[in-house]
């Protein structure tokens, strides 16, 4: 299929589904009639839940538009899929207050019940809400999708939201990405609606604005004849005041190119509609773009009203796939064509926008459809540094063999001006090379979402870590940069690895874990831990700390550490976890072993010094 | 376990025999021309004559088979008139329809396939009178030298024996069985095979003059053939002598030249730079003339070149490439070279390492040495180690040792005609050098070659100009420039145009005096891991033509001051995996012809200028960055951009 469904087809497409207009029938009840907050109903075999954009926002103001991480604190572990163990600047976070409305509800006996029915009967559902709302079915959505996670093939989860606000950060949205879930979402947002652009600005300087704006939404939203205009309404002044904020902050979101730390970022497909069409563009900066290019062609009032339209909008959307002629559809078959329709169909009567929305569209066109190709170059990619890895082997191969019985470890720690140790060190870096641009590549968002899961590249990055990162970690003592950074593993270890742990653990262990309990008659032909030489690394300045250390507790410290890792290493060895130039005669492993049995020997006259120290070990 | 007379002919034979075959029982029907060429002794004839006596060759040829053997001095007009001869008969004999019996090959023509073979063929020359074109006439051509693929339609290069071919072959003719006999001592019987470096000729040559000899006579044989001295006459004239055929055809230059490789160590790669520096510094010839010697040793078998893809490129590093030779070829040089009286010899070598220098030059030490080329390969030496002598005439000195210190020797102060020094360490470790200032005497010395060796920091005052040295070439050397204020390179090396670095591990920046060497015409700065960046002066460089930078990981830019490079010709950044971009500064190197950046992953884009570089021949590139070349060959006609898939090997495991 063309990539056309990002586009102006697949807004048809959503248009000619029933899906669309029953949810937004059930949202406009929800919001006149819902009681616990949300209505259930079910039309041909799809559950539909809506619920209310009038919620209570008592006691909320504090957290609103402020984030806290899915960590589990608030959320008591409710989305697993979306935590990550990263660090917290990674951490996916969420809108607090929103967060908390959704809790609010999800706590209820009525929504237990119903979700426990749903649960059980394994149907499709579709979650929507319009304005808040659609927040609590996005994260209803998440939660669920989260819940069916483990099951094999689960039923389907749906949400449309209508003009909701955002609710997450950039990890969100990329955590979204990578459980491929983007495509369950459908954000309506309408032209000039202020409310889905709200968030993108800080929200304390207009805090009195925005309750009498949402009192009088809620009312009109409330009322069963959608009457405009109830309560206290915002002055001309206070309108313009409060488009002017919020449209410059969507500006400088749209201009700037890095993703500003705790600001909200977009996720799942958004529907752009105006009275003439729709647009659906999936890419979040295309959707950044969109999202500044159609409000700031709007005014002050019309990003108010615009709120309140989406019943209109949907209507119009179905229609117009009813009324689509064939040759309009034929024309659109081409790139370009469909581009300037998809364009006009949300700047009638604005000729000015057409052309930067046209360009908007072609960026996420172009943006949009790479990460198969992406992911398909770096597989040539890899077979072609494949040859550094096997030669780096043969390396490996020739210095087991070798006379001085060093293992590969120590020949490349200890090598002086040679051209193999030389040949050895440039495809280290040009195979580093390669898996940063992966990672980056990766984070960037221009693989597949589950990339990290396929296992060509899960057991590629590890054959090429247990492989390669014992010579990182070799020219890292050879360098020196150990005294002025400090040990490897805290220090030093690229960022690589750790990602590559990550993959590694969370791997699809189907069929495998087996294999785990089943022992190795001889050894491994790598070592099985990456870091085991970092670690002897770290016993080995342990011990030469002990030679010259008098302090009986630093010393029981250290040899605390030592006896750890004795422990370790001696397992290792044990369960042939560790390949054969561990255990060459010169290895810095055996030395090691060696220093620590010469000091052992002198240990009583240690102890004698420094009473108090190992009494188990030297006390006869 | 005996082996009857076939299968011993045959020992390692069998894929060779096959694969000849396969090309013998081509199905064409124009005249076809196979090639079978390798070393002398490699079992060319022996091959050949197996083919001619399979059943499946002589059924195929209806046994229509001519052997002639060609010879360096062949009679060509009768080796013509018995081919005429041959097909003739075969036209009559066979079931040609055609009759006229035309003075014209041309009309000739067989229905059935024949076979002439032309064994131990010399010249292409006499090669293209003694091939008839005619059609079903296969002509099997076998020689020492590669003729080119113009002449032949196939050809077989022959193979060296297996190692257990080698064995079983030699203990064939030594004790008249596949394997060694119980009782003897293996090693030493493997030690000679060894020597006979998996040759045929040599295996049965040697293995036929130790037959029935007392063991203490073949542990006597041994020494001799390390020393590359015959052991008794049959092996002289047999093998040597044998041998000898190919260098008696050269000519007396590229003789000459050839027995200059019996300089270099056994066993080793010899860098081609050095070859051809020994050679134009000896022959006054100069580097085109040295390569095209090089290629005719190389298709007469003489020499193998390793890594030859890169081999004669104008702008490809020599260094980089190099040389190996058969130890029999090496023995036979060192042979050539020993016939006469130690003090007039022209190349003074050392056939193998010694511990010191051999007695048999202390003999006569009192008197000069007349040789123009002394090498010298021994363990570590201290001053006492070495003797006192005198070289008048000596051009080319090759240091070759094995040790972490090494004292170079004060007779360096008596070769006033020195011109080209090699120094090559092979030990794993770097050597440190002593007496370096001996160096300060020799003012016609123009090329030095240091290998493996660390350059001790010199007293200031005793630094004496080189003041002819025009090539200064440093590998694997770790250089002392603590103290790098004080050093004026332009003082120490006024005339110097090449200078290279390679592999200098601890190297981080070049002294900065380097840029006010404006002689300088070629810079390679090549496989320094530490290196971070070129001296902010470069732009002084005027002259340069040549600059190599490759793999240079932590090189993150080119120097400011390269637009000032207006007779930069060509420019290799090759695997510089950190350089971010080539500079904007380029557009100024207005004659630059090439570029060469493989493998380098963070260079993504090209800087405008690149547009005005109108001289601009030829790029050579990864598959990323070539989109943008080819834009810019639209801009810049004559431009070849080359995407390089690159090869993988394990040469560079063995050192």
Same mark, same amino acid.
Not at chain 1, 21 to 45: H, P, Y
Not at chain 2, 54 to 70: A, G, K, M, P
């Given at each position: ?421 030389? #040949? ?8 580093? @090379?390669?898996?940063?641009?992966? $990672? *980056?590549? &990766?984070? +960037? =968002? ?117 006896? #750890? ?8 060895? @044990?369960?042939?976890?560790?390949? $054969? *130039?561990? &255990?060459? +005669? =010169? ?34 | ?655």
């Amino acid at each position: 299929m063309v990539r056309f469904e990002t586009s102006e087809m697949l807004a048809r497409f959503l248009g000619s589904t029933p899906m669309l207009t029953e949810s937004w029938k059930l949202c406009a009840r929800a919001n006149v009639m819902a009681s616990q907050g949300f209505l259930i109903d079910e039309v041909g075999g799809v559950t539909y839940v809506a619920f209310s954009g009038v919620q209570s926002l008592d006691g909320l103001e504090p957290c609103c538009g402020n984030l806290v991480p899915l960590s589990g604190v608030y959320d008591r572990g409710m989305f697993p899929a979306l935590q990550s163990d990263d660090k917290i600047e990674n951490s996916v976070m969420v809108d607090a207050g929103l967060l908390q409305l959704f809790l609010n509800i999800y706590h209820t006996p009525v929504f237990q019940n119903q979700m426990f029915e749903i649960k059980k009967k394994q149907k499709p559902v579709v979650f929507t809400g319009h304005s808040i709302g659609g927040a609590i079915a996005a994260l209803s959505s998440l939660w669920l999708l989260s819940y069916y996670q483990s099951i094999s093939s689960p039923p389907s989860v749906i949400c449309f939201t209508y003009g909701s606000p955002l609710i997450g950060n950039e990890p969100l949205s990329r955590a979204i990405h990578r459980q491929r879930w983007g495509g369950n979402f459908c954000h309506l947002v309408s032209k000039f609606d202020i409310m889905p652009r709200l968030l993108f600005a800080p929200l304390a300087p207009i805090t009195t604005h925005l309750n009498t704006l949402l009192k009088s939404w809620h009312l009109t939203m409330n009322s069963p004849f959608f009457i405009r205009d109830l309560g206290v309404q915002l002055t001309e002044h206070e309108k313009a005041e409060l488009f002017r904020f919020v449209l410059h902050y969507v500006e400088a979101t749209a201009r700037s190119l890095e993703v500003v730390a705790n600001s909200f970022v977009p996720f799942g497909n958004f529907m752009f509609c105006s009275s003439d069409g729709a647009v659906c563009v999936d890419d979040t900066v295309a959707i950044v773009r969109m999202l500044h290019l159609t409000f700031a062609s709007g005014s002050p009032s019309s990003s108010i009203d615009d709120h309140l339209e989406y019943e209109g909008y949907v209507e119009k959307i179905s229609l117009q796939f009813l009324n689509r002629t064939e040759d309009e559809l034929c024309e659109s078959n081409t790139y370009e064509a469909g581009v300037t329709l998809a364009s006009q169909a949300v700047s009638t009567g604005q000729d000015h926008m057409v052309r930067p929305i046209k360009d908007c569209l072609r960026v996420a066109r172009r943006i949009g459809p790479t990460p198969n190709l992406n992911s398909a170059g770096l597989a040539i990619g890899l077979s072609k540094i494949a040859p550094l890895r096997a030669q780096i082997e043969w390396y490996k191969a020739l210095c087991d063999e070798s006379d001085d019985q060093l293992g590969y470890y120590d020949s490349f720690k200890l090598r002086s001006a040679s051209k193999r140790d030389f #040949k050895v060190l440039m495809n280290l870096l040009k195979l580093g @090379e390669f898996w940063n641009n992966v $990672i *980056d590549m &990766l984070e +960037k =968002n221009q693989l597949p979402h589950d990339f990290h899961k396929r296992a060509k590249w899960v057991y590629a990055s590890q054959s090429y870590k247990l492989l390669v990162e014992p010579l990182d970690i070799a020219e890292y003592y050879r360098s020196g940069d150990h005294r002025k950074k400090g040990h490897y593993l805290k220090h030093g270890r690229a960022r690589r690895y750790e990602i590559f742990d990550k993959w590694w653990r969370e791997r699809d262990i189907y069929g495998e874990n087996d294999s785990n309990s089943k022992s190795r008659s001889k050894y491994a032909s790598v070592t099985q831990d990456s870091c085991f030489w970092a670690k002897v690394e770290e016993a080995v300045s342990c011990v030469e700390s002990v030679k010259c250390e008098r302090d009986p507790r630093v010393l029981a410290g250290l040899w605390a550490d030592i006896e #750890k890792f004795e422990q370790y290493a001696r397992g290792m060895v @044990e369960r042939k976890e560790v390949s $054969i *130039d561990v &255990l060459a +005669k =010169n290895s810095s492993y055996m030395r090691l072993l060696e220093d620590l049995r010469v000091i052992r020997l002198q240990l009583p006259y240690f102890s004698h010094q420094i009473p108090g120290v190992l009494d188990r070990k030297v006390l006869p | 376990m005996e082996m009857d007379e076939d299968e011993i002919v045959k020992v390692g034979m069998e894929l060779g025999i096959k694969k000849v075959k396969d090309m013998v029982f081509v199905d064409e029907m124009c005249h076809w021309v196979i090639g079978v060429n390798g070393i002398g002794g490699s079992g060319k004839t022996t091959l050949v004559r197996e083919i001619c006596r399979d059943d499946e060759v002589r059924s195929y040829f209806s046994n229509r088979i001519l052997f002639l053997t060609v010879s360096q001095s062949p009679n060509v007009e009768q080796l013509r008139r018995r081919i005429r001869g041959f097909l003739a008969d075969c036209e009559m004999n066979g079931c040609s329809d055609i009759a006229p019996k035309g003075t014209e090959y041309g009309n000739w023509k067989t229905d059935m396939p024949v076979l002439v073979v032309l064994d131990d063929v010399w010249s292409l020359q006499v090669l293209q009178q003694l091939i008839f074109k005619v059609p079903g006439c296969k002509t099997l051509v076998v020689s020492r030298v590669k003729f080119p693929s113009s002449i032949l339609n196939a050809s077989y290069e022959m193979d060296l024996l297996a190692e257990e071919d080698a064995v079983s072959l030699f203990c064939h003719t030594a004790f008249g069985r596949s394997s060694i006999p119980p009782g003897w001592d293996e090693d030493l019987i493997k030690q000679i095979v060894e020597k006979c470096k998996r040759l045929p000729l040599a295996l049965k040559v040697i293995g036929a003059s130790l037959r029935d000899q007392p063991e203490k006579y073949w542990s006597g044989a041994k020494k001799r053939l390390s020393r590359a001295q015959p052991i008794n006459d049959s092996h002289e004239t047999e093998l040597l002598n044998r041998m000898r055929l190919s260098i008696d055809y050269l000519s007396e230059k590229v003789k000459s030249c050839f027995l200059d490789l019996g300089s270099f160590p056994e066993d080793k790669k010899i860098p081609l730079d050095v070859l051809i520096n020994v050679w134009t510094e000896l022959h006054d010839i100069d580097e085109e003339e040295g390569y095209a010697i090089l290629d005719e040793l190389s298709s007469k078998n003489l020499l193998t070149l390793v890594k030859d893809s890169r081999a004669g490129d104008k702008y490809s590093s020599y260094y980089e490439i190099s040389v190996c030779q058969h130890d029999v070829l090496r023995d036979l040089a060192i042979y050539m070279s020993s016939l006469e009286r130690v003090n007039h010899r022209k190349r003074l070598v050392m056939a193998r390492r010694e511990n010191g220098v051999p007695k048999e030059w202390e003999r006569d030490v009192d008197q000069p040495f007349l040789a123009r080329i002394v090498s010298v390969h021994t363990g570590e030496m201290r001053e006492m180690d070495w003797l006192n002598m005198d070289f008048p005439k000596v051009e080319v000195l090759i240091l070759n040792f094995d040790a972490t210190d090494y004292f170079l020797p004060h007779f360096i102060e008596n070769m006033p005609k020195l011109r080209a020094l090699v120094l090559i360490n092979y030990s794993a470790k770097t050597a440190k050098i002593h007496n370096l200032s001996v160096l300060g005497k020799l003012t016609n010395l123009r090329s030095l070659w240091f290998e493996k060796v660390s350059i001790p920091q010199l007293p200031k005052d005793t630094i004496v100009p080189l003041t002819n040295l025009r090539k200064l070439s440093l590998l694997l050397c770790t250089i002392n420039l603590k103290d790098e204020s004080e050093l004026d390179l332009s003082r120490l090396f006024p005339r110097l145009t090449e200078l290279a670095m390679d592999h200098c591990i601890e190297m981080t920046m070049l002294p900065s005096s380097l840029c006010r060497v404006k002689t300088l015409k070629s810079l390679s700065i090549t496989n320094c891991e530490s290196l971070e960046e070129l001296p902010c002066d470069f732009g002084m460089l005027l002259f340069l033509q040549i600059l190599r930078v490759y793999a240079c990981p932590k090189l993150k830019t080119l120097p400011i001051g390269v637009k000032n490079l207006i007779w930069l010709e060509h420019i290799d950044v090759s695997q510089c995996v950190n350089l971010h971009c080539l500079s904007e500064e380029i557009g100024g190197c207005l004659s630059l012809k090439e570029i060469v950046m493989r493998e380098c992953p963070q260079i993504k884009n090209l800087p405008k200028a690149v547009s005005g570089l109108r001289s601009l021949r030829r790029v050579i590139c990864d598959e990323e960055v070539s989109c943008h070349w080819k834009e810019m060959e639209k801009e810049l006609p004559g431009l070849c951009v080359q995407v390089v898939e690159q090869c993988f090997d394990l040469d560079w495991l063995i050192e």
